[in-house]
């Protein structure tokens, strides 16, 4: 599956897994996931909720160990390494649950993150003028802070320190309107600064918004796999992947907001 995109990708991709299988006890979740994330591009991982999409993140940045198959980063397998070796291989993680330490202030959670020595002044600029609220927050307790400010705060934590590749679970989920096009502007920073990226995002506009490639997971493997574009403008391969287009979602989430 991965090989249908290698065309699209001048360069060797950053990242790389080949039929990678991972069970978690006794359930077998990923079922030989092939996945390609290109250079210097956001790469979407789409799916329905319960598909293997955070499982295959988390697979990545070992949390979970994968029983077949291989992952390669800059071209070195990272199978078997430890989660500390393969973020100080030059990956930022920005899992699901946020990852942050809610009895720290916004300043200790992101010296915590700045692992290689004191933070960059001017890369703590930039993340200030992207995020406002974390430098007046700076010295409050995170578990203060808001859902929203919680958000930003674990994506400053990944982007405090300049990686090749940013793995970014679900940014967006349960955000106001004005903080995700924050986080939507963020990102494309991230990107235009040479970044690569991948992402799971339920919010398919963000996704339609940000993505280049995109690969669709449905019970456990990757599906189908190509340009972003491609899939936001056939309705009926959104509606045949995950079970609803993208004006179904856009007239729902309206719907929702009026209510």
């Known amino acids: 599956m991965a090989d249908q995109i290698d065309h699209l990708i001048e360069d060797a991709p950053i990242l790389r897994l080949d039929a990678v299988h991972t069970d978690i006890r006794q359930y077998h979740i990923l079922n030989g996931v092939d996945l390609v994330v290109p250079r210097g591009q956001v790469t979407m991982l789409l799916g329905r909720n319960g598909v293997g999409k ?4 988390r697979s990545i940045m ?5 029983h077949r198959g291989s992952i390669t980063f800059n071209g070195a397998d990272i199978s078997t390494q430890p989660t500390a070796d393969i973020a100080r291989a030059g990956i930022g993680y920005v899992p699901e649950d946020m990852g942050i330490f809610s009895d720290l202030t916004v300043e200790e959670n992101m ?3 700045a692992f290689s020595g004191p933070m960059s002044a001017t890369r703590l600029g930039w993340i200030f003028a992207t995020f406002p609220p974390l430098k007046t927050l700076w010295h409050t307790e995170a578990g203060h802070l808001s859902g929203g400010q919680k958000q930003m705060l674990s994506v400053a934590r990944a982007m405090i ?8 679970d ?3 989920k349960g955000l106001a309107p004005a903080i995700v096009a924050t986080m939507v502007r963020a990102l494309q920073d991230l990107k235009d600064q040479g970044a690569s990226i991948l992402m799971v995002e339920q919010n398919f506009a963000v996704a339609a918004a940000l993505g280049d490639t995109a690969h669709v997971m449905v019970d456990g493997a990757v599906k189908w796999s190509g340009p972003m574009r491609a899939l936001a403008e056939d309705l009926d391969l959104q509606r045949s992947l995950m079970g609803f287009s993208l004006q179904t979602a856009a007239r729902d989430q309206s ?4 209510s």
Not at 54 to 57: G, H, K, R
Not at 161 to 168: D, F, G, S, T
């Open 255 to 258: 719907a929702t907001k009026s």
């Open 62 to 66: 070992g949390h979970w160990r994968i």
């Open 54 to 57: 955070t499982t295959t993140l």
């Open 170 to 172: 679900e940014p967006t």
């Open 161 to 168: 320190e300049e990686r090749e590749l940013y793995i970014i």
């Open 111 to 113: 010296q915590l993150a």
